[in-house]
């Protein structure tokens, strides 16, 4: 199970992570610096490769009336909003406290759009007192909840419906939440009725309609299956005197973990226009809300080795980041490269690498060559979307800290918790 090292591979967040004389880079800063710095578990992110995900979809738009609502479920962080409001985003949000969130950093409510399944009644208030742009409305409950909400406000929610546009889970195993069996959204078959209930209720404003169909997409067949399907039910509404101001296609667009080719917003973005055009509803205003592919490979994840331990059947490396930091590993199955922060000669073994948490599932990679010593960082790719905020404090862990990179400057954006953080709140009995 010994070779030669093989180059490790460009990185995924390239230009922005980088070799330099063998040490691996944050922009200008090496991730060494970081580890030594602030310790580790800890989250890296590069602001120039947030600036350059949002210029992917700026270029992509040029003039057309494209609303980009970041989907900021995937990484939260305040300095990251703060990024991204600056830039001119809106937010796709799923609860009251991305709400507050957003509204913390100064984000504009007339670019917010408000998704998810279980929107409660006070979550609908802030929403209505912010005057958020639209409320994707998933079932006929939610709407009658919402119409009662707004009418007690003395208000309207403007609203879409999110329509599960049920686009062949055959032809696109990725897709995971346009499917018939899905919790999300309203099946399309049923949307027309629910359209038209909408438009009798008292604190009901018809905007728009929206879908979801998945996230990691790297192909646009999907999203064009979904389109078709949606644009029927807009010129059936429109037909029924029911008139739709935007188009929201959600999110989606896939990154490259491995060896993906994902999916680039210039040629989503196209091909829908195409599509509109030909269909003579060009009118429509677009709205997108990718997550993903804005963050996920702006930010790595360095962990220490603390131990090799080479048993009969595997080695295993144990390193001090565990599940409750990245989750993606174990819960997804999910696939993240792993680079030495100092390039070391030598041959390689095989390792899975595994985290301190009493949990078989506590892995973050499996099977891979590496030339490694204990106290080595590794850093875990692709690490700026689903990472931090999944993360938990199983196994008594604190969370680790997350810190930007800019240039040659770095700051520190969310302290490193502590055990008496863990411990506030919780009580014994008298
Ligand atoms: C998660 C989510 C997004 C973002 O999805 P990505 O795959 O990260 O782009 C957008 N819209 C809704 C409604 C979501 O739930």
Redesign the pocket.
Known sequence: MTATQPLPPQPAGHPHFHYRDGALYAEGVPLQTLADRLGTPLYVYSRGALAAAWSSYRDAIGGRDVLVCY?M??NSNLAVLKEFARLGAGF?I?SGGELHRVLSVGGDPAKIVF??VGKQAWEMRKALEADVKCF?VESEAELHLLSDVATSLGKKARVSL?VNPDVDAGAHPYIS?GLKENK?GIAIVDAPKVYRIAAALPGITIAGVDC?I????TEVSPYLDALDKLLDLIDGLRAAGIEIEHLDL?????IRYTDETPLAPATLIDQVYAKLQARKLDHLKLIL??????V?NAGVMLTTVQFLKHAEARNFAIVDAAMNDLIRPTLYDAWHGLLPVQRRDGPTLEYDVVGPVCESGDWLAKQRMLAVERGDVLAIESAG??GMVMASNYNTRARAAEVMVDGEQFHVIRQRETVEDLLRGESTLP
């Not at 809300?289 to 804005?294: D, N, V």
């Open positions: 989907g479920k995937a796709d799923v998704s998810g994707n999110r939440t999300f979801h998945g996230s990691q997409i959600g999110g989606g667009l896939g809300e990718p997550g993903r592919s804005l996920g979307a689903y």
